[in-house]
């Protein structure tokens, strides 16, 4: 071939020979202008046929069915784990030889963990009931309010200020203060926060396995685990 032939240059989707010889590249598709679309569009382009995403449904919830009429509603939860007293029971001895005695019943003081799990049932909200409380009064003096319904295991449990409960932890008592707040005067909010599911008063704790509560350990109550 003559040196001054210009080389022909290969057109998209071509391809050039060694002999300078431009032929159609079978990879690419030949006819693109048949292709629909984008498809054609990126053919011309150079670029080859290529999968488009396909369209994702979009998809409505289905509505909560109404209850059956005469239906009765489903068992409250129990805590998951060791079954636990639905009431608590108050101290008939002093809290060193409280393990001992519920021991006899095939019986155990509960884990702090165990109680927090049974009063919040793992909510994440500072009352068992939600995050609020009704600062025009306190939870003593109010008979209708939030701390009077069950737990979502079915539990009588942080209900009053003064029914303070006692666990494993010889540092903290659950459920309450034995009333400090309500009768020291403290304010509402500080004595609604003893019925916090998290909260424990070293203080009361202190009182209550101190010599200075060796005779108002009555006072106090303790909610049995069956030992499994």
Known sequence: RDRGTPRRTAAPGQYRTRRGGVRADPRRPRHPRLLPGRLAADARAGGGLRRQPRPRLRTRPRPALPPR????PPPPRRPAGRPMAVEAEPLTEAPADLPALLAARGLRVPSPDEWEHACGAGAGTLFRWGDECPLDRDPYGD?????????AFGLRIAHDPYSAELTGDPTAVHGGDGGEAVCGGYGA?????????????????????????????????????LAL
């Open 143 to 151: 008979p209708t309010g939030p701390h009077h319904t069950l737990s």
């Open 69 to 72: 009429p005469g239906a009765q």
């Open 189 to 225: 909010l500080l004595a609604w926060l003893p019925l916090a599911t998290a909260h424990r008063n070293p203080f009361v704790a202190e009182f209550v396995h101190g010599p200075d509560g060796e005779d108002v350990y009555d006072a106090f109550f303790v909610r049995p685990v």
